[in-house]
T-cell receptor, first 120, second 110 residues
Framework: GAVVSQHPSWVICKSGTSVKIECRSLDFQATTMFWYRQFPKKSLMLMATSNEGSKATYEQGVEKDKFLINHASLTLSTLTVTSAHPEDSSFYIC????????????????FGPGTRLTVL | QKEVEQNSGPLSVPEGAIASLNCTYSDRGSQSFFWYRQYSGKSPELIMSIYSNGDKEDGRFTAQLNKASQYVSLLIRDSQPSDSATYLC??????????FGRGTSLIVHP
């Protein structure tokens, strides 16, 4: 159980185009999803927290107009990188957590396999 | 500001030995702690979660939590080359926003 999928697993695009990445929780309903970015040999960086039906909360320094997040249902969140540039090339990873209401169990996160974005 | 500190390593141990990974955290109010393993080029996978003081064992892995001293550790017994990865310590709380450490690189050599 607790499987999270991401699509696509890798994508190559031209500079200036937009790319959409999907994150799905396959066998549970995720009230909260997180989007991370990781550059080679660097640590995981939280970009934003997304709750179903509400606007995402972005971390400091992350441009919300560039990284559009939509969390339309309890099983799907999408990240759209708009007008992508080579510096946006990175490994994007989503995770989902289950809010069981029984803290401290609320924060167990399950990660998707990641999407490797290369912008030419 | 909530922080999780880990030694970046690399920690190198011979095959069959016990690998000991440590983590300290700043928020005394944190109630939940996690260890994730991340292979190069892959996403993190949850290995252990621990919520109470003491030890929690799962196969070759033992997580230890000491809330008074604000540290959590992960012991890997009978280390195998396949255990070579980066291990991330994370803490949670009521805010649902996790705090991750930078990770410790573990190398298990034959």
């Amino acid at each position: 159980g607790a499987v999270v999928s991401q699509h696509p697993s890798w994508v190559i695009c031209k500079s200036g185009t937009s790319v959409k990445i999907e994150c799905r929780s396959l066998d549970f309903q995720a009230t909260t999803m997180f989007w991370y970015r990781q550059f080679p040999k660097k640590s995981l960086m939280l970009m934003a927290t997304s709750n179903e039906g509400s606007k995402a909360t972005y971390e400091q320094g992350v441009e919300k107009d560039k990284f559009l997040i939509n969390h339309a249902s309890l099983t799907l969140s999408t990240l759209t990188v708009t007008s992508a540039h080579p510096e946006d090339s990175s490994f994007y990873i989503c995770s989902a957590s289950i809010a069981s209401g029984r803290d401290p169990f609320d924060n167990e996160q399950f990660f998707g396999p990641g999407t490797r974005l290369t912008v030419l | 500001q909530k922080e999780v500190e880990q030694n970046s390593g690399p920690l190198s141990v011979p095959e069959g030995a016990i690998a000991s990974l440590n983590c300290t955290y700043s928020d005394r109010g944190s109630q939940s702690f996690f260890w994730y393993r991340q292979y190069s080029g892959k996403s993190p996978e949850l290995i252990m979660s621990i919520y109470s003081n003491g030890d929690k064992e799962d196969g070759r892995f033992t997580a230890q939590l000491n809330k008074a001293s604000q540290y959590v550790s992960l012991l890997i017994r009978d280390s195998q080359p396949s255990d070579s990865a980066t291990y991330l310590c994370a803490m949670g709380g009521g805010s649902y926003i996790p705090t991750f450490g930078r990770g410790t690189s573990l190398i298990v050599h034959p």
